[in-house]
C-alpha cells in the first residue's frame, strides 16, 4: 500500500501553495488506493499554536481532503529520544557547544575567505575534559548529525535523476539546546515509522532530502520515493508566505469561492492539462500522473476563479 503524508507547521494560515501539496499527495493516495496521513509538525513549541492547527483541520476538510489519520509530533517525543539515543551510541550525533553569535563570527570569517558556510566540525576534536568544561561553564549542547559527505542520488518522480553532495552541506542540527527537536530529524523518525513510501513536497525541499536519505539509512529505515513539485508563485509573481497571509484558504473560503474551483485549479496548474473546473475529485483522480507536472514556477491568480 502507499502511504502519504501532509506535514504542515502550525504556525500559520496554509496558503494555496500549501494546499497544492496537501492536494497532490491526496490525490496519489486516491489514484493508487493508498493512505493519507495529516502529520502536524509541531515540535516548535514557541511558534506552533492549536489555532492554527485547527485552521488547517477546517481548511483540509473544506477542499475536500478527508485524512486516514491524524499524528502530532509533539506527541511523539519518546520516539525521537530513542531514535536519537540509537545515532549517539553509534557516534552519527554528536554534541556542538558554538553559540549562535560563535557560529555567525565564523561564516562571516568563511565567507571573507571566500569560503562555503559549511560548519567545520570542530566539536568533533574536543575532549571528553573539554566538553566537561564547557557544561560546567553553562553551555548546553545542540547536538548535529554527522553526513557521509557524499553523493546522494535518487530518481524523482517529478525532477528526474537528482544528486546532493552531501560534502557541500553543514552537518544538520538536529537537537536544539534546550533538548527540543528539529523538523529534519523527527520528519524522518515519522516517516519509517509510519512506513511512508511517497514524499511529494516543494523543491525546497531537494537538499533535505539528500539529508534526510541519510538519517534514514543510519536508523536503518526505508528510503521512500521522493517528487519535488515546483513552487506556486502569486499573480505579481511573488512568492507565497504564511506569515504574510498570502493568497490564505480561509480567506477564499470566507469569499465565498467553490472548494472544487479552487482543487481543480491547484492540481491542474503547472500541468500539461488544461485548466478548468472539475465536477469532483474522481475526474482529478482518474486524470492525475505526477508526470504531467512541469519544473517551472507555477503562477496562481485568483481573479481567475472569479
Known amino acids: 500500500m502507499t502511504v502519504l503524508r501532509f506535514a504542515p507547521s502550525p504556525t500559520g494560515r496554509i496558503h494555496i501553495g500549501n494546499a497544492r501539496t496537501a492536494i497532490l499527495n491526496w490525490l496519489l493516495a486516491k489514484k493508487t488506493g493508498g493512505q493519507f496521513i495529516l502529520r502536524y509538525d509541531d515540535t516548535d513549541t514557541a511558534r506552533s499554536k492549536a489555532e492554527y492547527a485547527e485552521s488547517i483541520a477546517i481548511d483540509l476538510d473544506w477542499l475536500g481532503i478527508k485524512p486516514d489519520r491524524i499524528e502530532w509530533q509533539s506527541k511523539r517525543i519518546g520516539k525521537y529520544d530513542a531514535s536519537a539515543e540509537k545515532l549517539k551510541a553509534n557516534g552519527l550525533l554528536y554534541p556542538c557547544y558554538e553559540t549562535a553569535d560563535e557560529l555567525d563570527r565564523k561564516r562571516k570569517r568563511q565567507a571573507l575567505k571566500n569560503l562555503p558556510p559549511v560548519y567545520d566540525r570542530s566539536a568533533l576534536k574536543l575532549t571528553a575534559e573539554e ?22 542520488e535518487w530518481r524523482d518522480l517529478i525532477r528526474g535523476q537528482v544528486h546532493v553532495d552531501t560534502g557541500s552541506q553543514s552537518d544538520p542540527v538536529c537537537i536544539r539546546e534546550d533538548g527540543t527537536y528539529l523538523y529534519t530529524f523527527c520528519s524522518v523518525v515519522d516517516d519509517i515509522e509510519f512506513g511512508i513510501t511517497h514524499v511529494i513536497r516543494g523543491e525546497d525541499h531537494v537538499v533535505n532530502t539528500a539529508v ?10 526505508a528510503v521512500p520515493a521522493y517528487g519535488h513539485h515546483s513552487w506556486l ?20 473560503r470566507e469569499e465565498g469561492l467553490e472548494a472544487m474551483a479552487v482543487v481543480s485549479h491547484a492540481a491542474l496548474l503547472g500541468t500539461s492539462d488544461a485548466i478548468h473546473p472539475c465536477a469532483d475529485y474522481k475526474e482529478l483522480v482518474d486524470g492525475f500522473d505526477l508526470a504531467k507536472l512541469a519544473r517551472a514556477p507555477a503562477r496562481f491568480d485568483e481573479a481567475e476563479l472569479r
Open 212 to 221: 534526510q536519505t541519510e538519517i534514514t539509512a543510519a536508523l536503518g529505515g
Open 131 to 152: 566538553r566537561a568544561k564547557l557544561e560546567a561553564g553553562g553551555r548546553k549542547p545542540h547536538w548535529r548529525f554527522k553526513l557521509d559527505q557524499k553523493q546522494v
Open 233 to 252: 508563485v502569486g499573480a505579481d509573481g511573488k512568492g507565497l508566505s504564511k506569515r504574510l497571509g498570502s493568497l490564505s484558504i480561509s480567506a477564499m
